[in-house]
Each structure stands twice: as C-alpha cells, then as structure tokens.
C-alpha cells in the first residue's frame, strides 16, 4: 500500500472517531443547558453537528481526492439554500452518503440537514451524532411498515418542525443497488413495472408518508415547504459506484462524482393519494434510468448541459476538523482531571 494511502486510511478511521465521540462529550457536558435554555441547546447541538459532518468531508477531498461536478447549479439548487427542501437521491453505495454530506455543507445547510436512515446505523459513529441531531431511523420489512408510518408523523411533528431543520436527505431505494438490483428487477417484473438497471425501483412507504408531513397532513406547515429535489448521482469507474472499502483505503483515487437535480413543486403533490404518490415516484426513477444511461453513453446527463465543479472552502473544512481535535484535548483533560478527583475522594 503506497504510505500515503495508509496515513489517510489511519486519517480516515480516527477522524469519525473523534468528530463523533467528542460531538457527544460536548452535548452530555452542555446537557444541563437543555432544561434551562432549550432553544439554546438545539442551536448548540445544530452547530456541532454541522461541524461534525464538515469534519469528515476533508477525508474524502484531500488525498486522493473526490471531485463533484453538477450541471445544476442554478436556481434549483441554489434556491433551496437555506429552505425545507426533500432531497431523494439513488443510492449506489456508501459513497453516496458522503457526497451529500459536502453538497449540504456547500449550501450552508450542514447544520440543519436530517437524514432518513436505516436502523441498523443507528449506533455506529455516524448514527450517534444522528441521534442527537433528530435523524429518523427506518426499520425495513412488512411487519413495521405500519409502525414506521405513524413514527415518521410524530417524529416531523416533534423533532424535524420543531428545531428548524431545512434538507430532508434519505434514498427511496431502501438499500444499495448492487444488493437490491435482482430483487427490485424481480419485483417490476411481477407487478409490471418496467425494469431498472441503473437504478432501484424505489420501496414508496417513506416517501409516501414524507410527502404527506411536509404537506401538512401531519401539523400546519410553513408555506416556504415546496422544494421537491430529485437528486441523480453517477460515479466514473468500472463499478459505477464508491465503496466502503474505497472510502477506508483511498483506492478511488480522483473519483469524480457527477449530479444532476431535477425541481418539483409540492404543489403538484398536494391532492395525489398513495397509489399516485406511489406512481409519481416510479416514473422519476424512470427517468433517472434515462439519465444515467445518457450519462454513461454520452459524458452528460442532458444534451448539452455542462458540468460545473463544485469547490469547497478547503480553510472552512480543515478549520472543523481541527475544532473536534482541540475539544478532544480539552475534553480529556477535564474528564481525566474529574475522575482523578473522584477517585480521590474514596480511595
């Protein structure tokens, strides 16, 4: 392994343990703050957590580098800056997540960003920052669909509303398309729908159920609540697609990330039923098999439309990874300090 890649893979490994483990030091010192000044604590916990997930992204843009490109950076994107948008994105694989980590702090929405994601992330280092923040957690499986509807309604109605969250990131696909492929093709085919090769056909249960939050079936909504963004991601490459195991040993090297999002106004969603909702959200996967087979014949998503790339704040990033490493220190100084004292007491 060339030495620099083993440096960046340890760089990699101790980055999300310290961003994550002193993001939850920080709020159980702070939490008192919570029962005095509320609104206080949410702005707290915000930064940190906008922080935390700007502290891992120099991992993936240094070395070897990922570079993002978008042929829309227009008002699509730049018009939910700072507003409640819904971001559905396909899923390749994990280096999807990443991706959407730095578009979300390129647009300043890092600290009010919630993601919707699988249960089984909700302890590893991302899911614990996660939990804090008020990320929701799915379950998968016909047994806690039912209970998944009404969580996802009390948790907009409690959590996302109520502490002034903006994006809404999660993947209709439910799983990565390398593992849910056959199985999704298998399904289409049963139920006569076409088949996908680029793409999963999406599982429609938590769109469905955000569609109707966000519209206010749930509680009153702001009026501003009318960004739908459809969010197309392809990777260069054989694969297609940025592993974990990519991510961990730095072997994409210059992996470029091409995006493509596409506008629609919840408006046109307001009166639809779930069988149209359901319907809606097929036909724009169909469209995003389109376009990464346009993408992937062509260099381009759209005939004609060129890619800009997108260039993050270097100084603003490696600025976050260093505020997590300096709390460390200082966070294991008064933990150790505290403790000694304790022990002091009794022995």
């Not at 396909?90 to 390129?106: E, F």
């Amino acid at each position: 392994m060339n030495p620099l890649l083993a440096v960046r893979t340890v760089f990699f490994i101790l980055n999300i343990v310290v961003a994550s483990l002193c993001h939850s030091l920080l709020l159980v010192t702070l939490y008192p703050i919570k029962f005095i000044f509320p609104n206080l604590f949410v702005t707290i916990e915000s930064f940190l957590y906008g922080k935390c997930g700007e502290s891992l992204i120099p991992v993936f843009l240094i070395y070897p580098y990922l570079q993002i490109y978008t042929d829309s950076l227009d008002d699509r994107l730049e018009g939910a800056r700072n507003k409640r948008a819904i971001l559905m994105v396909n899923h390749q694989d994990t280096g999807d997540v990443p991706v959407m980590m730095a578009l979300s702090a390129y647009f300043d929405n890092a600290r009010t960003t919630t993601w919707i994601s699988d249960k089984m992330f909700k302890w590893t280092p991302f899911g614990v920052p996660a939990q804090w923040h008020g990320d929701f957690f799915s379950q998968e499986g016909r047994d806690s669909r039912s209970l998944m509807e009404e969580s996802l309604k009390t948790h907009f109605s409690t959590t996302y509303f109520e502490r002034g969250h903006k994006w809404l990131v999660f993947f209709p696909e439910g799983g990565f398309l390398k593992n849910r492929g056959e199985s999704a093709r298998r399904y289409a085919e049963r139920e006569g729908h076409p088949l996908l090769y680029n793409c999963c056909l999406p599982r429609p249960t938590a769109f469905i159920n955000v569609i109707k939050a966000f519209r206010g079936d749930v509680r009153e909504v702001p009026e501003e609540v009318s960004h739908i963004m459809d969010v197309t991601l392809a990777f260069t490459g054989p694969s297609g697609d940025l592993c974990l195991s990519d991510l961990l040993f730095g072997s994409y090297s210059q992996k470029k990330v091409f995006v493509n999002v596409r506008h629609y106004d919840m408006n046109d969603l307001r009166t639809k039923g779930d069988e149209e909702l359901k319907l809606w959200l097929y036909d724009r996967y169909v469209e995003k098999e389109d376009l990464i087979t346009n993408f992937k014949n062509t260099g381009h998503f759209v005939k004609g439309k060129e890619f800009t790339q997108l260039h993050h704040p270097r100084g603003q990033l490696l600025g976050s990874l260093a505020f997590f490493y300096i709390a460390g220190f200082f966070l294991f100084m008064f933990y150790s300090n505290t403790l000694k004292r304790a022990c002091g007491l009794f022995w």
